[in-house]
T-cell receptor, first 114, second 114 residues
Framework: NAGVTQTPKFQVLKTGQSMTLQCAQD?????MSWYRQDPGMGLRLIHY???????DQGEVPNGYNVSRSTTEDFPLRLLSAAPSQTSVYFC?????????????FGPGTRLTVT | AQSVAQPEDQVNVAEGNPLTVKCTYS??????LFWYVQYPNRGLQFLLK??????LVKGSYGFEAEFNKSQTSFHLKKPSALVSDSALYFC????????????FGAGTQVVVTP
């Protein structure tokens, strides 16, 4: 049981480039989400999904796309990278059906956009 | 709206001394409350949660948290801090339904000095 995995761990992009951050979980969780973490800003929700084929926007969705074709995978796409997207990105998942279930977080992807 | 607040950006404590990280909450209905820890360059890890029952909740790594309904607080405590406890700590409240998003506090940086 690997939990939540993310790739890559580090990435440097040039402004305007696109890329996909990968996230996978092996716990059969319906709920998955993407956060970004910036100094002094805490955790901010980018997008989330409540099951395969169902996604919705969080607090800071602009510049990011997501899709959920399987229960296991929830990739985050940066369409045209900007320096403001330099951040640490975390994927998380949790079981649904009750409010008591904790979230499980991946190890993060540290992205720098130059 | 449900929310949590962490009034301290940073807590400094000497190794061996008691550690307290403060959290206050604003929720409707029965409060469910969580604590997470983030070690340097890692994702968030679940520490403990309050669902119902005893006001003192025991969690991982020797941490415990005290739920106080009259003061709407859920402070994280450890009787004797270790240098390895130096990390970022987040208080969180789960969504009002199982499909919603967690609300995280801004985080408190704990620095334990030898």
């Amino acid at each position: 049981n690997a939990g939540v995995t993310q790739t890559p761990k580090f990435q440097v992009l040039k402004t305007g480039q696109s890329m996909t951050l990968q996230c996978a979980q092996d716990m059969n969780h319906e709920y998955m989400s993407w956060y970004r973490q910036d100094p002094g800003m805490g955790l901010r929700l980018i997008h989330y999904s409540v099951g395969a084929g169902i996604t919705d926007q969080g607090e800071v969705p602009n510049g990011y796309n997501v899709s959920r074709s399987t229960t296991e995978d929830f990739p985050l796409r940066l369409l045209s990278a900007a320096p403001s997207q330099t951040s640490v990105y975390f994927c998380a998942s949790r079981a649904t059906g009750s409010r008591i279930y904790e979230q499980y977080f991946g190890p993060g992807t540290r992205l720098t956009v130059t | 709206a449900q929310s949590v607040a962490q009034p301290e950006d940073q807590v400094n404590v000497a190794e061996g001394n008691p550690l307290t990280v403060k959290c206050t909450y604003s929720v409707s209905g029965n409060p469910y409350l969580f604590w997470y820890v983030q070690y340097p360059n890692r994702g968030l890890q679940f520490l403990l949660k309050y669902i119902t029952g005893d006001n003192l909740v025991k969690g991982s790594y020797g941490f415990e948290a005290e739920f106080n309904k009259s003061q709407t607080s859920f402070h994280l405590k450890k009787p004797s801090a270790l240098v390895s406890d130096s990390a970022l700590y987040f208080c969180a409240v789960p969504p009002t339904d199982s499909w919603g998003k967690f609300q995280f506090g801004a985080g408190t940086q704990v620095v334990v000095t030898p």
